[in-house]
C-alpha cells in the first residue's frame, strides 16, 4: 500500500477544503491542554511535508506515516 497523506493517522484536514490543498500534518503536535485540539498554525502543509526532508517531515518516502485506526461504526 502506497503511504498517502491522507490515509495517514497525523492528516488534519481544513474544513470546508474538499480538495485538501490545505491539509497539514500534526506529526510532533500537541494538543492543548485547554481544549484538546490541535494548534494548525504551528502544523506544516502535508504537500510541504512531503516534499521536505528537513527535521519533523516525511518526505517522499512518507518515514513518519501511521495508517489510520480503521474504526466500525
Known amino acids: 500500500m502506497s503511504k498517502y497523506c491522507i490515509n495517514c493517522k497525523h492528516f488534519s484536514p481544513k474544513e470546508g477544503d474538499t480538495e485538501h490543498e ?3 500534518c ?3 503536535q500537541t494538543p492543548s491542554l485547554v ?3 490541535l ?3 504551528g502544523m506544516y ?4 511535508a512531503r516534499a521536505s526532508t528537513g527535521k519533523g517531515t516525511c518526505g517522499a518516502e512518507g ?3 501511521e ?7
Not at 45 to 48: E, L, N, R
Request: glycine residues 4%; charged residues 25%.
Open 45 to 48: 502543509y502535508c504537500a510541504a
Open 39 to 41: 494548534v494548525r498554525d
Open 35 to 37: 481544549t484538546g485540539t
Open 67 to 73: 495508517e489510520k485506526a480503521v474504526s466500525n461504526v
Open 26 to 28: 500534526s506529526y510532533n
Open 22 to 24: 490545505f491539509a497539514r
Open 63 to 65: 518515514k513518519h506515516y
